[in-house]
């Protein structure tokens, strides 16, 4: 029996791209040893692409559609796709063929050499605009400063993931959620595949401006309680400089009848109490911080660990990963 592959696409008003982005499809996919499930997860378009879809998975065997109630964002389509393939990997695909269907077979191939997860690492053609690049860049350099997860910088979201991946990721239940992000916390043996993002043949990119900058916030949030703590630390080090100043000013003005010469006036003791103040409120913030993420940790309930294989599978496993151990197998 040939192994089945799922093939996600999340589609947000994509009719103009759905003919092409099937016929590349299958140019790639017909001629490789495997059995395809491509699964379109419509996320609200408002123009042909749900007619389309449905028209297509009931014409042609192996299309399946998945209808959103509504625009939740790629990040929700997406997601819809992991929790409904069946296959024993699954690719997760641009509708707009940004992400090249040619190299799906490369994304296959190494995961018949032992990856769980193969992911795409994006270079932009030269003809994307500056800011894409430079926000693309900053995005990921601050994301890596301030979160533990090891996230790839350009990781897109062009990857395989194994079945067993895939059934780890439907235990992940939180809500603000970016799925590459998901699927780099959960770990396992991964792999990377080069491409160049073309750029888009047609429409306009489903995401204005607005909704990225959300995304990028809800990514910082969601993955980092740093920018909380930053708060706690700038307090208390507010509060230090201007407990040194006060009693400075104290001792020199108060205690000693001003042997400096300061001649500090009322108004500016007034400003130094209020720097104290402010001080005191953003170390508080901190301390609350410790405490929202110690809520934050338990709301999303992510499982503790995960595993990637038990003993018993270990010694199939042992013969199809040559190159490294598998990491991640419980030793009991
Ligand atoms: N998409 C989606 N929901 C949205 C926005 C986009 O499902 O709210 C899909 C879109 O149809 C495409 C993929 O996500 O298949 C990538 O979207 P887009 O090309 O707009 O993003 P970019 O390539 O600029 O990252
Ligand atoms: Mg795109």
């Not at 992911?119 to 430079?134: I, L, Q, T």
């Not at 108060?254 to 006036?265: A, E, G, S, Y």
């Amino acid at each position: 029996m040939q192994q089945l592959i799922s093939i996600i696409v999340p589609v947000y008003n994509e009719a103009p791209s759905l003919p092409d982005f099937c016929s590349e499809i299958t140019k790639y996919t017909h001629r490789l040893p495997f059995r395809f499930e491509c699964i379109f997860v419509d996320d609200g378009s408002s123009d042909d692409s749900p007619a389309m879809l449905r028209n297509l998975a009931q014409r042609r065997h192996g299309i399946r559609y998945i209808q959103l109630s509504r625009n939740f964002g790629k990040e929700a389509a997406v997601s819809a796709g992991l929790h409904a393939a069946s296959g024993d990997a699954a690719i997760i695909l641009d509708a707009d063929l940004q992400h090249p269907p040619r190299l799906i077979r490369q994304f296959i191939t190494k995961w018949q050499h032992g990856a769980d997860v193969v992911v795409g690492v994006k270079h932009y053609s030269a003809n994307e605009g500056w800011f894409k690049r430079f926000s693309s860049h900053l995005f990921y350099r601050m994301l890596g400063m301030i979160s533990h997860t090891n996230i790839t910088p350009h990781a897109s979201d062009f990857r395989l993931v194994d079945r067993r991946v895939m059934n780890e990721f439907r235990n992940l239940r939180e809500h603000n959620r970016m799925t590459r992000g998901l699927i780099d916390w959960l770990g396992f043996k991964r792999d990377y595949v080069e491409f160049v993002a073309p750029p888009r043949r047609h429409g306009e990119r489903g995401y204005s401006y607005r909704k990225l900058i959300n995304l990028a916030m809800n990514n910082f949030t969601a993955y980092s309680l740093v920018p909380l703590k930053l708060a706690g630390y700038v307090g208390t080090f507010i509060l230090i400089f201007a407990g040194v100043l006060s009693s400075t000013v104290y001792i020199d003005q108060i205690m000693l009848h001003d042997p400096l010469r300061l001649k500090v006036t009322g108004t500016a003791m007034l400003a130094l109490m209020l720097l104290f103040l402010v001080g005191v409120v953003l170390a508080c913030l901190g301390l609350i911080a410790l405490y929202i993420a110690h809520i934050h940790d338990e709301v999303v309930d992510r499982p503790l660990y995960v595993v990637r294989s038990h003993d018993d599978e270990a010694t199939a496993e042992s013969e199809t990963i040559d190159q490294e151990p598998v990491k991640l197998e419980m030793d009991r």
